[in-house]
Each structure stands twice: as structure tokens, then as C-alpha cells.
């Protein structure tokens, strides 16, 4: 029979990737000193996975590799090698190579085996002590394979004998099936021994009490069964019976049977391998997304319902009059909801945590590190922040540049840093979150900060401000001047940023996006980059809430606490801001209601609502009409087709089709006018 | 659109509209569809012409009261009121907006050379935003250009006009 | 036809010697790991259990050891997808139990041949 194996291929090209990750990701934690067994073992098991599987799908080259590797593991699994520094780099560059090589299986190609021959052959001096070159080990497979021909003359067939064991029935096996297998390969001719077989009531039918003596001879095609093939199917129960082989010899030449069978399977191997080389035209590498099974169970769902409505609806149309139409229109207004649920559901599924975009940094900040000669831990925060998963494609290349811009510039040398009485080692940290319906990301680092006189200097330089004039900008103004193109404080560059690819392109590229970089820095203590995208589209955890008729949404991070107002702990400062003492602290009360103009009405506080809500490290209190539920939004801009709203960041469509509004607390606050309010500092 | 064309120039077809009883007209072509009016969900600080927004099929649609943008006095939206969702090239993209008007008229084939310059007019409808002026069976239709109403009439004024309509 | 239980946490794998056997004709469930095919034994007898050895959570050898202590579980042909280095494994595997192995590389060719020696 035949069976296509190129449908399971692109499913192993994806788990290796992700088992490749698994491994990359495990060493660096060996690198940095971790020690934990599940670490190796997760580490092991992925090479194991990988080998087992391309050896399965014709790799033969990357299995060959993956061997090598997962010998090494093994030892390291096994506390008989330590996870040195040096060998962990190896693996790393194994994992590279392995990468490669699938890479150009997945293209259709043939791997460039160059890399991984010297790569394999340094692993497999580690193994062998570090002595040896690869020649001795690389033998041992191949001389597996051949086996012992019988001796002397031709062979005529076999006498076998066969006594299981009492508990060769416990491990599954079955005497009768192995017989029958016999009779398989040639004529079968035996003879059954029960002289072991107790008496009926002493019989337990779970032993094996039978033995077989057997003859096996050529059969209809005049082939003289091979001894593999016989020993082949009693290797199972080696070690749970007794067997004894004995070739029936004639003078007779028989010919090399072995090698034609070897041929034989060269043939097979070699159409197998045209056959490949065909389809693999057809399986360009497509694109793929990876999506949480419960999102597509969640769609699924939303498929059932538009499958019901629309066998209501063609129910309907079997023998309508007009009596039916009220149905008609409620059914088509519920196909309307259907396939706007729908639509939705699968915009979700475009929404990515950003640790895919994160991912690729530890090998990157590890490598360069070491490169540089600096010490560099790498934090990474709110890895599951989501995202749209084009959105973070574009995020990208600017994110690696600023990372890269970390490293180079922001960061010094650890003499440096002991100097300025700091950790040897720095840090970078990229930390992700939702703000507003936008995704930040932020790239800070504890290096050398920005020199606002260095930079000045050049601009004025430049041309750019007059030294009068810079006095009066302020750091921000000055800092921002990186990103205009042409400005390069080029003292500072390294050999690794010399790439021609400045700030100005990040800027271009993100704001490309409809976002922003902004950067903040003290000299001396470090920087901090960060990326505000708008987001199309994204996904929010909501709290709906009502205000003056009209439902908003909220972002349900940013909430502590909802609480009734008590009329007691209402203060008043100054004539109109009002706070509220919300046990040791008093938080300013806010009436989005007024902001938002939706009411004039000014509403007592006494029994109102009062959700309490955390922005820039602040409480503040924000009186509403009614607390809905919450759910997942997915966010939709309204500069798509209008213009930004102050302090609304987005809109969403709620399950009955009405539009709602995302309330913006940073725009909220500024629109209060809390931002200047004495109450607020007091809150502060 | 048997129409011959005699005449070396071009003919287009108008989606024609009436609002306070004067007859408009907007390019078909960027006339997406039609809808019945419908409650859109307010937006706050925004003028008091944009009446909202509403979900077309998924997408967040504002909605503009042309009434109300033009100065002309406010009315209670009737069976005739409309909604025309129009699709207007904005920038280096499309826009897609809501006009309301007071009920949709006709669809005419009009000839470019046909159309008379708008004199200035009184009232609060910007000469800027008219194209020019037809006259089809002794009737006078107003056509606009929709391109420009929505950029600099709609968009990017908003700061003005809030100013305007509120001390209106 | 049998009904066998494939245990591999390689979808690519799982899929590909499912795939094989239902083509044959043989009905066919999946298990991911050893604790979910542990699951699927305790409401299902089955013919045959094909199971990876490297695996998270529960391996292989530990899978057998827990399925033969199922009495549904006690006759039932168990074959380990190994590897040609793991000799000592098999080894393993056995002593918990197991009916034999499938050595990786195979082809689904030798897949079917194999499992007709344990297929009544």
C-alpha cells in the first residue's frame, strides 16, 4: 500500500520549530547557570523528537545530526557531563544548523550538510573526551547492520524450536501469531509439545505451557526464508522463551540473497525520495497562524448557530406568506448577528500573545552579549499581552533594532558599569501591555543613559537649534532628536550597529503603523524606548458600565474596586473637585458623565456608584450609573473612518449589534482637568 | 442610460436627495448604499452634526447629520429619513461615512458641461463643498463634491467647528 | 478490523501512523501524552495501543506499567515507537510490560507489517 507522507510533513516542520524553540530555549537557561533536570530532560526529549521524526519522514541527514546531539543529552541527562559554557554554545549552534537543514527540507531543497558535518563532528569529539575525531563512533552504526550469514554451505531451511516461557502471555504477545508469521515467510511444517501442560484443574489460561518444534522450508517462490526475517519476529520474546535455530544445509550455492534485498530497498527508497521531490513543489510554505483551540471551539459554536438559523430560514422559505415575516425578519436578523459573531470570532484569532515577537530575544541578547563582552540579563514582562498577529510582524524588525540599541549603546561594559558602582551586569527589559486601546512596548535598559549635552551639541551643530534655543527645549524635545533622520551620535556606534539602519527608519516604521516611539532617559542610569501602536484591532477584557443611557466599556485591568458611596467619606476641596475617602487615602471623584457629555445633570453622590480605577500609579474615582458585565471586546478604531475622540479609545459592537465606546482614562483624566488638580496631587 | 453623448464631455450619474426641500445630488460612484435611519451611538465632545456612530456590517461608521452640518433647522427623523453610507478616498485611504438627509430622490445622468458654477450662496452650506449647479425639468439640483465635504468639511475641521457650533 | 490507540506527543507522528492504519481499515484513537491515553483506556478496550516512548507528563514505559495493571488492559499487545539507540529502553519497556517495539524509522509499509504480528 502506499501512503503519502508529504501531508504530515508540514505538521513536522511546525513541532519541530516549536521543539527547536523548546531547545533553544532550555540551554539558554543551562547557560545562565540553571541546573534543573526537567530543563535537560525537556531538552533531550526534543532532539529525540525531532531525530525519531525525520528519521520517519526521509531526513536522514538531519537524523544523523539529531543522533549525534541527543548522545550527548543523554550524558548530560545522566549527570555524566556537566553543562559546561562550551557546550552549551555548540548545541545553541546545533540548534541553528538543525534549523537550516529543516528549513531547506521545508523549500524542497537539499540541506547544505557542510555546517553540520563539522558541528557534528565537534559534538562527537565532546563525546568521545574530547580526543578522538568522528571516524571511531560513526562506524558503529553502520557495522550494526550487517549481521552474521550463515556459515559453510547453502541453506535449505530452518529447525526451530520454540518453548516460551510461562509469562511470555503477559506481555501481550501471542505463540499462535508468531506461527502464523512463520507460515508467512516459507512452508511451515511443526509438531506441538503439550508436554508441559498440566492437568485441566491445575491449568492457570493465563500461562504458556505449549512448545513447538518446527520445520520451515522455501516456499511457493522458491525463496529459502532469511534467518533476519525469522529472528525478526521472536525479537520481541527474546528474553521470555527458548529458541533454538538451526540452518538445514545442502551443497548448493544460494545466491547473495542479502544484497538483492539490499537493493531491493535502495530502489524503494530512491522512487520514494522522486516522489517527494515532486509534491514538494505544490507545498509552497504557507503561511500559518497558531490559534488556542478554545478560540476555534468558540467558532465552531458561532458555525452550529448560523447552521440552525439557516435551516430555520430555509425552513421559512419552504411555503411563506406574509403572515410569517415578523419570523422572517427576527430570522434574518439573527443570521445578521450570526455572521457578525462570526466575523469577529475569527478577527480574534488574529490576535497573538506579543511572546512571539519576544521570543527570538533571549538567543539574540545571549549571542550578542558574548559578543560584546557585556553582561546582559534579559527581562521580558506581559509576554501574553495580544496583539494582531500583522501588527507584530511590522513590530518587528524596529523591536530588534531597539533591543540591538540597548546592548550596543545603552549598556556598558561591566568595568565600566563596576566604575559607576553598578551590577556588572545590566539588564534589558521588554515589557508589553494594553493602554488605552493601544499595545506599548517598552525597551528600557539600566545603561548609560542619554547624554542631553551630547546630543544638543550636535544638533547645534547641525544646525538644527541655535544654542540659544536649546536652553529652552526640554530633555524629551532633545532625546526625540535621535530618531530624526541623519542624526546619529556616531562616536558612540560599535562594530554591530554599523548596519546603516538608523532611529529615523524605526520612527518611519512605526509610524507607518499609526503609532509612536517616544524615548525617556537620565544619564547615567539607563533609557527607555517605547512603542505605542493603535490598535485595529485587538482584544480587551471590558467591564460594560452605564452612564446617562449610553452603555461604555472600560478596561477591566484598570479597575480595583467598585463601592457604594457613602455621603460621609465625600470632602469636597476647593469649589468643585470632589474626593472621597476610600479608607486610609483620599481619591479625587471624577463624573464622566459631565466629561463625556452625556448628561448635565449633576447627579447626587450620596448612593451613587463609584468605580475605582488605577491609572499612572493614581486612584481615582469614577461615578457611574450602572455596572453592566464584563467581557471580552475586540477593539475597533474610529480613525478607521473618522478621527480620534478624546478620551475614547476605541468602539466595539456588544452582542446586540449597538455600538459602545472604550473609554480612555488617560484622556479622560486630562479632560477633567485633574491632571492640574490640587485634589489630585493630595491623592497622589 | 440610452442617453447618446452627443457632445465631446462627460456624462455622470447623480444620487439625488432632499434635504429642507432642496434637491442635492452626490456622485453615484461614491455612493456605497442606503439605509434606513437608524439611532447611532452618540460620541461625545464631537460636534453636535456628527450624530454618531453605527455598526455597518462590523464596521464603526460615523454618521453625519447633514441638516445640522449645513446650519439648517434640526427635524425629527421621518419613515423617508435616510441614512446614504458614502465612500470617499481620504488621505492615502478610503473613508466610509453616514450622510442623513431628509428622504433620496432621483438618479440622473448629468452632463459635465451642463453644470452652472454655484453662485455664493446664503446660508451656512459652503460654497466649497458644491460642484456646481444643474438644472434637470426646470429643477435645480444642487450637486456637491463629497470628496471635499468630508475632508475638510467633516474631518479635519472638527477643532473649528466645534468652536462654531457651539457658540452657534 | 482492530481498534487501536496511537500515544505520541508528535502530532506529526500520531497523525501519520493514524492515518496509515485507518487507511487499512482500522479504527483509530489519539492520545497526546500517557495521562490522557490513560484517560481514553479507562472507557475503551482496544486491540492494539501503539505508544511513543519520550514523552511529557507521562512516558511510554510508565504508560505500559500503568495499562497492564488495567485488567481490560492485561492481554493487550502494547508496541513502544523507539528509537535504534535506545536499546536499553526496550529493554525497559518490556520489563513493564510491553509486546514489543517499532523502531523508528518506519515507513507505514513496515508499520502494517509489524502490527500484523500482534493482530489477531
Not at chain 1, 140 to 158: F, K, L, M, N, P
Not at chain 1, 610 to 625: F, M
Not at chain 2, 117 to 130: E, L, N, T, W, Y
Request: net charge negative; hydrophobic share 40%.
Amino acid at each position: 500500500m502506499s501512503v503519502d507522507l508529504e501531508q504530515f510533513k508540514e505538521m513536522f516542520y511546525e513541532e519541530s520549530s516549536e521543539n527547536l524553540e523548546a531547545m533553544e530555549s532550555g540551554l539558554l537557561e543551562l547557560s545562565e547557570g540553571g541546573t534543573d533536570l526537567d530543563v535537560v530532560n525537556t531538552i533531550f526529549r526534543s532532539a529525540h523528537s525531532i531525530k525519531g521524526g525525520s528519521a520517519t519522514f526521509g531526513f536522514t541527514s538531519v537524523a544523523g545530526f539529531t543522533h549525534v546531539m541527543e548522545g550527548l543529552l543523554d550524558e548530560m541527562r545522566e549527570g555524566k557531563r556537566e553543562a559546561e559554557a562550551k557546550i552549551i554554545d555548540i548545541l545553541l549552534e546545533s540548534v541553528d544548523v538543525l534549523r537550516a537543514m529543516l528549513g531547506s527540507h521545508q523549500e524542497g531543497e537539499e540541506p547544505d550538510d557542510e555546517r553540520a558535518n563539522i558541528l557534528k563532528s565537534q559534538l562527537v569529539a565532546i563525546r568521545d573526551g574530547g580526543v578522538s575525531s568522528s571516524s571511531g563512533s560513526e562506524s558503529q552504526a553502520q557495522a550494526a547492520d550487517s549481521s552474521s550469514e550463515v556459515s559453510g554451505g547453502t541453506c535449505q531451511g530452518w529447525n526451530i524450536q520454540f518453548s516460551p516461557h510461562e509469562d511470555l502471555l503477559q506481555t501481550g504477545n501471542d505463540p499462535a501469531l508468531m506461527i502464523r508469521e512463520l507460515g508467512v515467510l516459507g512452508t511451515l511444517s511443526l509438531e506441538m509439545d503439550d508436554s508441559r501442560l498440566p492437568s485441566l484443574d491445575a491449568m492457570d489460561p493465563e500461562l504458556a505451557y505449549l512448545q513447538w518444534n518446527m520445520t520451515l522450508k522455501s516456499g511457493e517462490d522458491g525463496n529459502v526464508p532469511n534467518q533476519d526475517a525469522i529472528e525478526e519476529i521472536f525479537e520481541w520474546v527474546e528474553d521470555e522463551c527458548d529458541l533454538t535455530l538451526e540452518a538445514i544445509e545442502e551443497k548448493r550455492k544460494s545466491p547473495d540473497r542479502r544484497a538483492d534485498e539490499r537493493r531491493q530497498n535502495d530502489r524503494r527508497q530512491g522512487s520514494r525520495r522522486g516522489g517527494e521531490a515532486g509534491a514538494k513543489k505544490t507545498t509552497q510554505a504557507a503561511a500559518s497562524i497558531r490559534v488556542g483551540t478554545e478560540r476555534i471551539d468558540a467558532m465552531m459554536d458561532l458555525v452550529g448557530e448560523l447552521v440552525i438559523t439557516q435551516s430555520m430560514l430555509s425552513q421559512l422559505g419552504e411555503d411563506f406568506d406574509m403572515s410569517q415575516m415578523e419570523r422572517l425578519r427576527d430570522g434574518l436578523t439573527q443570521l445578521e448577528r450570526n455572521s457578525r459573531e462570526l466575523q469577529e470570532s475569527m478577527m480574534r484569532m488574529r490576535m497573538q500573545p506579543v511572546s512571539f515577537a519576544f521570543n527570538r530575544f533571549p538567543r539574540m541578547v545571549h549571542d550578542i552579549g558574548q559578543k560584546l563582552g557585556k553582561q546582559i540579563r534579559l527581562e521580558m514582562v506581559g509576554e501574553d499581552t495580544e496583539m494582531d498577529k500583522t501588527v507584530m510582524e511590522k513590530l518587528n524588525d524596529p523591536l530588534v533594532h531597539l533591543v540591538r540599541n540597548s546592548m550596543d549603546h545603552g549598556l556598558e561594559p561591566p568595568e565600566e558599569r563596576i566604575d559607576a558602582g553598578k551590577d556588572p551586569e545590566g539588564y534589558v527589559r521588554l515589557r508589553a501591555f494594553h493602554q488605552g486601546g493601544s499595545i506599548v512596548v517598552e525597551i528600557s535598559d539600566d545603561g548609560r543613559g542619554l547624554s542631553r549635552e551630547k546630543i544638543l551639541g550636535k544638533a547645534i551643530e547641525k544646525g538644527v537649534v541655535t544654542e540659544k534655543d536649546a536652553e529652552l527645549w526640554s530633555d524629551e524635545q532633545v532625546f526625540n532628536l535621535l530618531f530624526d533622520a541623519g542624526f546619529s551620535t556616531a562616536e558612540k556606534l560599535s562594530d554591530l550597529s554599523g548596519r546603516g539602519v538608523g532611529l529615523d527608519v524605526v520612527r518611519r516604521n512605526i509610524e507607518s503603523l499609526g503609532g509612536r516611539v517616544d524615548v525617556a532617559s537620565k544619564f547615567g542610569e539607563g533609557s527607555s524606548f517605547s512603542i505605542r501602536l493603535p490598535l485595529t484591532l485587538a482584544v480587551l477584557d471590558g467591564q460594560l458600565f452605564r452612564l446617562a443611557g449610553q452603555t461604555f466599556v472600560l478596561p477591566l485591568v484598570s479597575i480595583i474596586e467598585s463601592l457604594q458611596i457613602r455621603k460621609e467619606l465625600v470632602g469636597g476641596v476647593g469649589s468643585n473637585a470632589e474626593v472621597y475617602r476610600l479608607r486610609d487615602q483620599y481619591i479625587p471623584i471624577i463624573r464622566p458623565a459631565s466629561i463625556l457629555d452625556c448628561s448635565d445633570k449633576h447627579e447626587s453622590l450620596d448612593g451613587g456608584l463609584l468605580v475605582v480605577v488605577e491609572w499612572d500609579n493614581r486612584h481615582v474615582g469614577l461615578l457611574v450609573d450602572e455596572l453592566l458585565g464584563q467581557q471580552q471586546v475586540v477593539i475597533k478604531s474610529l480613525e478607521t473612518n473618522y478621527q480620534k475622540v478624546p478620551a475614547i479609545s476605541g468602539a466595539t459592537i456588544l452582542g446586540d449589534g449597538k455600538v459602545s465606546l472604550i473609554i480612555d482614562l488617560a484622556g479622560l483624566f486630562e479632560l477633567s482637568g485633574l491632571m492640574n488638580d490640587r485634589a489630585f496631587r493630595i491623592a497622589a | 442610460m440610452e442617453a447618446i453623448n452627443t457632445t465631446q464631455t462627460t456624462e455622470n450619474q447623480y444620487l439625488t436627495f432632499i434635504l429642507d426641500e432642496e434637491e442635492f445630488g452626490v456622485d453615484i460612484l461614491s455612493v456605497q448604499e442606503l439605509r434606513g435611519w437608524e439611532n447611532a451611538t452618540p460620541m461625545p465632545n464631537t460636534p453636535d452634526w456628527i450624530q454618531g456612530v453605527i455598526n455597518l456590517r462590523g464596521v464603526i461608521v460615523p454618521i453625519v447629520c447633514l441638516r445640522k452640518r449645513f446650519g439648517l433647522e434640526d427635524r425629527e427623523p421621518c419613515p423617508t429619513t435616510v441614512m446614504i453610507i458614502v465612500k470617499v478616498a481620504s488621505g492615502d485611504k478610503e473613508r466610509v461615512l453616514g450622510i442623513v438627509v431628509d428622504a433620496v430622490s432621483e438618479v440622473y445622468n448629468i452632463n459635465e458641461s451642463d453644470l452652472q458654477p454655484a453662485p455664493s450662496m446664503d446660508g451656512a452650506i459652503s460654497i466649497d463643498f458644491v460642484k456646481g449647479l444643474a438644472t434637470i425639468d426646470e429643477k435645480m439640483v444642487i450637486l456637491l463634491d463629497i470628496n471635499k465635504l468630508v475632508n475638510e468639511g467633516v474631518l479635519a475641521k472638527t477643532d473649528n467647528e466645534k468652536a462654531e457650533s457651539v457658540s452657534a | 478490523m482492530a481498534k487501536i490507540m496511537i500515544v505520541d506527543d508528535m502530532a506529526s507522528m500520531r497523525k501519520m501512523v493514524s492515518f496509515t492504519l485507518e487507511s487499512v481499515g482500522h479504527e483509530v484513537m489519539q492520545a497526546d501524552d500517557g495521562d490522557v491515553a490513560l484517560g481514553i483506556a479507562q472507557e475503551n478496550t482496544f486491540d492494539l495501543v501503539i505508544t511513543d516512548v519520550n514523552m511529557p507528563n507521562m512516558d511510554g514505559i510508565t504508560l505500559t506499567k500503568e495499562l497492564r495493571s488495567i485488567p481490560s488492559f492485561k492481554f493487550t499487545p502494547i508496541l513502544l515507537l523507539t528509537t535504534e539507540s535506545a536499546k536499553d529502553k526496550k529493554m525497559s519497556g518490556k520489563a513493564a510490560g510491553a509486546t514489543g517495539w517499532l523502531v523508528k524509522p518506519f515507513d507505514p509499509d513496515k508499520l502494517l507489517a509489524t502490527i500484523k504480528r500482534v493482530l489477531g
